[in-house]
């Protein structure tokens, strides 16, 4: 028997603006959802505080600023109510394929069937705290019920947002008497037919049950008839699978404006935690996300949307460690206007690779532990940018300047390979274009044209000072197959180790063909 769990989020456009607040101060603003003309606004949703203040719904809002002075106000837009339902949807979609959104005066939400997924996600009661808790991380406050029907279930929920006190429902026989003293309106039935049925003294689903079935369907329609069925399981639901769409874009929109970058964190951890229920319901882990910070088109001169990129090195998902990654993208980000809306994209992903534990506790390593290097690289890539983290790899080359490569750390990009073990010293950095070094002679002014070179020892040059031989000569003749290659020539060079009384230890070499110039290739550690 199937088991559907119900989410009912009322005033949910209200919800929407409260979400983009910390919910401390969420609690203290007075905020109020207004619909109708601009001229003629009335208020259709307000929160606690706004209505502490002496404001109510159906208020006009000249009169509700009047009340509240610092009231916010958010116009009405059913069209953003189904952005968000879709987004919960989607995030809903890690725990069922089965979600079906719904939508009833005063009260939206989502229905998932959560029966074939309790035992992945250790029984029943583990699974609906796992979901009720990842709703309320969302900035969302819901009423949840179960019951074997969805649309038992819709409307225990909806009914307990109302504020009626019922009990979940875990068996088909025991439906009729849990629903029975509920009013009829809570079945968003057409008004015609709700005032029929009250004129007749029928109030309650209990009362439309009692009545004789072929005699309600001649009057109302066997319509109506079939709903009632359907909601006590007599007859099967047409249920269509959902399927999430192929891109992830979510938006919050700020009911107030806010130039500190600051203040954008708590709404991004919004939509992070909506990202990582999209990304676990299909198995995948984000790889580079987009965050844009819209500005208020009604100025005078537009301001395009600031864009913060994130890439990361490795596949991730847990909303806490981008969260923490994005904090140190934006400490640097400046809004020249401020922002009225907060988007993030997910521009690219992989699919997400389980790290595998140990039974056994990490061993420590002199009292501490080791450092994550995946970490690290993420967070390098968004302190530093992509294009300052990459990783060498080793290329099968004798020339110093073309026996690496620089390759990007992230993910889908293979490992470097590792060094092969040379009996030559070769030192840690090593400069791409080698540096031309003076000699005492080139000082001199002298010139340079001597038929019998000198001995290394006597012409040796000069960096930061004199320099001293330690090791050499090494020579290197390679690069004969890459003549016809612009921009890569071979080489013929001897080697040497030296440094200068600065205590640089430096590797240098020297041409083997006239006129034997002097040149740095890199720096020992």
């Excluded at 000249?62 to 069209?79: D, K, R, T």
Aim: with cysteine; net charge neutral; glycine share 6%.
């Amino acid at each position: 028997m199937s088991t559907w769990l119900a989410l009912a989020l009322p005033a949910l456009h209200l919800q929407l603006a409260q979400r983009a607040f910390d919910p401390a101060l969420a609690r203290t603003l007075a905020l109020a959802v207004v619909d109708g003309p601009a001229q003629r606004s009335t208020v259709r949703y307000c929160s606690a505080t706004a209505q502490a203040a002496g404001v109510q719904p159906g208020m006009k809002l000249a009169a509700a600023q009047a009340l509240a002075g610092a009231l916010l106000s958010v116009e009405y837009a059913p069209a953003r109510e189904t952005e968000a339902l879709q987004e919960l949807a989607c995030w809903a979609y890690q725990f069922s394929p089965a979600i079906e959104r719904f939508t009833a005066p005063g009260c939206s939400g989502v229905v998932l069937e959560t029966g074939a997924s309790e035992r992945l996600f250790g029984g029943p009661r583990a699974l609906r705290q796992r979901i009720t808790r990842g709703l309320h991380r969302l900035g969302y406050q819901a009423s949840d019920a179960s019951a074997p029907t969805l649309a038992a279930a819709r409307i225990l929920a909806t009914a307990r947002a109302g504020g009626h006190t019922l009990t979940d429902v875990a068996d088909l026989h025991a439906l009729p008497a849990a629903l029975g003293a509920l009013p009829l309106s809570i079945l968003d039935w057409e008004p015609a037919t709700l005032q029929t049925l009250h004129t007749l003294g029928v109030d309650t689903i209990g009362e439309v049950l009692a009545l004789p079935r072929d005699a309600f369907a001649r009057r109302f329609g066997p319509q109506r008839l079939l709903e009632l069925d359907r909601l006590l399981g007599l007859q099967p639901t047409p249920q269509a699978s959902f399927i999430p769409p192929e891109r992830f874009l979510a938006r919050i929109e700020l009911p107030a404006d806010l130039s500190e970058v600051e203040r954008l964190l708590v709404p991004l951890q919004r939509l992070l935690q909506s990202l990582e229920g999209f990304l676990r319901g299909r198995g995948m882990g984000a790889t580079a996300l987009l965050l844009r910070a819209w500005h208020n088109p009604r100025r005078a001169v537009p301001t395009e949307p600031t864009r913060v990129a994130l890439a990361l090195a490795v596949a991730e998902r847990d909303p806490q460690r981008l969260l923490r990654l994005y904090t140190e993208r934006l400490a640097r980000v400046r809004l020249p206007e401020p922002a009225i809306v907060l988007e993030l994209e997910l521009a690219g992903m992989a699919p997400w690779v389980a790290t595998s534990t140990s039974f056994l506790p990490p061993a420590p390593q002199d009292g501490t532990q080791g450092i994550d290097a995946l970490q690290l690289a993420q967070t390098l890539h968004a302190r530093l940018g992509s294009e300052g983290v990459f990783q060498l790899q080793s290329v099968s080359d004798h020339r110093p300047e073309h026996a690496y490569r620089q390759l990007p750390l992230g993910p889908g990009t293979p490992q470097a390979a590792p060094v092969a073990p040379t009996p030559a010293q070769r030192p840690l950095l090593i400069l791409p274009t080698p540096l031309p070094l003076p000699t005492p002679r080139q000082a001199e002014g002298e010139s340079r044209q001597d038929p019998q070179p000198t001995s290394p020892s006597t012409t040796l040059p000069r960096y930061a000072g004199p320099l001293e031989l330690l090791a050499g000569p090494e020579r290197i003749e390679a690069g004969w197959w890459d003549l016809a290659t612009p921009g890569r020539t071979s080489v013929h060079r001897d080697y040497f180790v030296a440094r200068n009384r600065q205590g640089q230890t430096l590797w240098i070499y020297r041409e083997m063909a006239a006129p034997q110039r002097w040149f740095l290739q890199g720096y020992f550690a």
